[in-house]
């Protein structure tokens, strides 16, 4: 693992996603997206009748979360990950679409590491529990999609120094399989 911290400024390229490595610290600044389950189902679902995507996917992050209301003056309100597992039935067709990094927490199934590897891509874990704190990484967000869904509404956030160690990266190391044995008593 990186003692170093990695600036990245969205979007990400295929070659910039391939070049993380499980283990590396990351701050990212930019343009990210929320999208949860609901949104991904009917992005899919809409791009299968000829509808178009709301946002262009290509080297585009996706954040796995679910805003809560602002307070008066604040861009956002508490602003955590969901759990990643649920946009694993969205996220190889995706990732084929352009997607190139993918923000959450908890694992993710083969066939979403198999299109990370086949494309390039990956998934940076976040702190669950710390919602609040990531809101302070937010300078603006605005719903771009979906607004009937409420909390799991598209939005766009523009972040600054936004938190994360990468998980998953484009070849497939995982850290949640890496590192646990390290801790395990004989």
């Given at each position: 693992?990186?003692?170093?911290?990695?600036?990245?400024?969205?979007?990400?390229?295929?070659?910039?996603?391939r070049s993380l490595k499980a283990?590396?610290?990351v701050s990212i600044s930019g343009v990210i997206?929320?999208?949860r389950d609901a949104a991904h189902k009917r992005m899919l679902e809409n791009l299968e009748?000829?509808?178009?995507?709301?946002?262009?996917l290509k080297d585009q992050t996706i954040y796995f979360a679910g805003p809560s209301p602002a307070k008066p003056g604040e861009p956002i309100g508490?602003?955590?990950?969901?759990?990643?597992?649920?946009?694993?039935?969205y996220s190889p067709k995706t990732i084929e679409l352009g997607l190139t990094c993918m923000i959450g927490k908890g694992a993710r199934n083969n066939?979403?590491?198999?299109a990370?590897?086949?494309?390039?891509?990956?998934?940076?874990?976040?702190?669950?529990?710390?919602?609040?704190?990531?809101?302070g990484c937010v300078k603006k967000a605005e719903v771009v999609a979906y607004p009937d869904l409420g909390s799991e509404a598209i939005h766009r956030l523009e972040?600054?120094?936004?938190?994360?160690i990468v998980i998953i990266d484009s070849e497939g190391t995982n850290l949640y399989e890496t590192e646990p044995p390290k801790y395990i008593q004989a």
């Open positions: 693992m990186s003692d170093k911290t990695i600036n990245i400024t969205t979007p990400i390229s295929r070659e910039t996603a283990g590396d610290s997206y929320t999208a009748k000829g509808i178009p995507l709301p946002v262009e508490s602003v955590g990950p969901t759990t990643s597992y649920r946009m694993d039935a066939d979403v590491i198999e990370m590897k086949m494309y390039g891509a990956v998934y940076i874990g976040a702190v669950g529990g710390a919602g609040a704190l990531i809101s972040v600054e120094n936004f938190p994360g």
